[in-house]
């Protein structure tokens, strides 16, 4: 299978570099259909992913102050892919967020489902279920939501270095996606062509407090942080709005016989990893 990526970030490139030689990642800057219509030409391929976005910098707080800009990345943008798919008959894969949902769910274990409307407070995850509200009445086109995605290769972007620098961390509960099985479900979602919203998270539920406990363990016994209370984090400065937490049902992945690992034994399994990636960095 051909794929064609969109989005040269984080994602993009470990998707690419896990497919191998028939991914091919754009270096075309969308700024119409035409753009996407070209690269679809020249790459011809059997499905598009679409990794690009604006989560800003030093994080999404950056977005509150930049909301055009947010806007144009995280909804016109995939609009504008999405026209271009269809002009084409191309399947798209469009890596959605879990971050458009706030708390718990109206449903008894408190997990969202891919239906579920999100309830989103921020500049950010407005953006983003503002193109999973469009882009899910297409025929053709695939939404897979992550949230805090957690590898084993060291980046800015990986839960495990986020939480690893913090002095002071908050003590919350997720759904996370381990980026191993992430970047499985994707390829398959795309040979399948699969339609719809899917809650790409690994079954189960994990806590900062348990992934920096199985940091210190096999990466840094020697870390340590403050541990604070949710509400401390805008209370205390650290963010201008508060951060999304919620638990995630990937049941959807279950009906097109997909599966992801457990998030604890799956967690364990990319901590090693990345504590030998670590250890081979020095």
């Known amino acids: 299978m051909k794929i064609l990526i969109f989005g040269k970030g984080y994602m993009g490139a470990r998707c690419a570099s896990a497919w191998g030689e028939d991914t091919v990642l754009?270096?075309?800057f969308v700024n119409s259909v035409?753009?996407?219509l070209k690269e679809i030409e020249r790459v011809r391929p059997d499905a598009v992913l679409n990794a690009a976005g604006v989560r800003g910098k030093p994080n999404v707080d950056w977005c509150e102050d930049h909301a055009r800009e947010t806007i144009r990345g995280n909804t016109l943008l995939p609009i504008l892919i999405a026209e271009a798919c269809q002009e084409a008959g191309t399947y798209l894969l469009h890596m959605g967020s879990g971050c458009i949902f706030y708390g718990d769910s109206p449903h008894d274990d408190r997990a969202w489902r891919e239906d579920d409307h999100g309830n989103p407070v921020p500049v950010y995850s407005r953006s983003k279920w503002a193109a999973d509200l469009v882009l899910s009445t297409l025929p053709h086109v695939g939404i897979a939501r992550i949230r805090m995605?957690?590898?084993?290769?060291p980046s800015p972007d990986n839960l495990i270095d986020k939480l690893a620098r913090f002095p002071k961390v908050i003590d919350?509960?997720?759904s996370v996606t381990i980026v191993d099985d992430m970047v499985s479900v994707f390829h398959a979602l795309m040979d399948q062509r699969a339609a719809g919203v899917f809650h790409v998270t690994n079954p189960g539920t994990?806590?900062?407090r348990e992934i920096l406990e199985l940091y210190r363990e096999l990466v840094d016994p020697a870390h340590a942080c403050e541990w604070i209370g949710n509400d401390d984090l805008v209370a205390?400065?650290?963010?201008?709005k508060g951060r999304s937490n919620n638990f995630l049902s990937s049941a959807r992945l279950?009906?097109?016989?997909?599966?992801?690992?457990?998030?604890r034994d799956a967690l364990r399994d990319t901590m090693m990893k990345y504590?030998?990636?670590?250890?081979?960095n020095l």
């Open 236 to 240: 205390q400065g650290f963010a201008t």
């Open 26 to 28: 754009s270096d075309v």
């Open 172 to 174: 919350v509960e997720n």
């Open 149 to 153: 995605p957690i590898d084993w290769t």
């Open 275 to 280: 504590a030998h990636a670590k250890k081979s």
């Open 254 to 263: 279950g009906e097109h016989g997909i599966a992801m690992r457990p998030v």
């Open 206 to 208: 994990v806590k900062h």
């Open 34 to 36: 035409e753009d996407v």
